[in-house]
């Protein structure tokens, strides 16, 4: 029986074809859609002077938008080293390698202190570990802006939804720490 949103996920995933198969209680490498990508990067107001953490970047891809168009620099923390790697090559391939890193850590130990916008696509199970480390990292005025799933015992400031494809929508959760 499914118990939490996030093992509904994960047989979501198993039974739409996705060929990876994980343990229930990790978070799966699924890629944002660009254009929700794209949303997250403009709810969050990101700028040139803005330092943007990306928890489980994947691939890389929305620290590259936000470095290559918003002018931003970023860190993508990802606990797959393969993933790493592949962020590392686009990162090349975009020519913004110079405005980004990609670090092989755990989510939950890294320092997210110097983060003007952190950005996630975590299991909600994963979002109540990490609001703590937020809640002790971020300085006020600080952005959070997670896709798909909310943040337990945090009111977003705005909630958008991205058109998706035949399995769901997307929604786009805002934070703003207060200043």
Not at 84 to 89: F, G, L, T
């Amino acid at each position: 029986m499914v118990k939490t949103l996030g093992e509904l996920l994960f047989f979501a995933l198993i039974f739409s074809g996705c060929s990876t198969v994980w343990s229930i209680g990790e978070v799966p490498y699924v890629p944002t859609p660009m254009e929700v990508v794209e949303r997250m990067l403009e709810m969050a107001e990101v700028k040139e002077g803005d330092l943007v953490y990306d928890l489980g970047s994947g691939d890389g891809r929305i620290v590259i938008r936000a470095a290559k168009k918003f002018g931003a620099r970023g860190v993508g923390i990802e606990i797959d080293s393969r993933l790493v790697r592949i962020a590392q090559e686009n990162a090349r391939k975009e020519g913004v390698s110079h405005r980004v890193e990609f670090r092989e850590q755990d989510a939950l130990t890294a320092d997210l202190s110097r983060a003007t916008v952190v950005t996630l696509y975590m299991f909600p199970e994963f979002n109540a570990k990490l609001r703590p480390v937020l809640e002790r990292d971020l300085k006020p005025g600080a952005r959070v802006v997670s896709h798909d799933f909310p943040i337990e015992g945090w009111s977003p400031v705005e909630i958008q939804k991205v058109k998706g494809n035949f399995l769901h929508d997307h929604t786009i959760f805002l934070w703003k720490l207060p200043e």
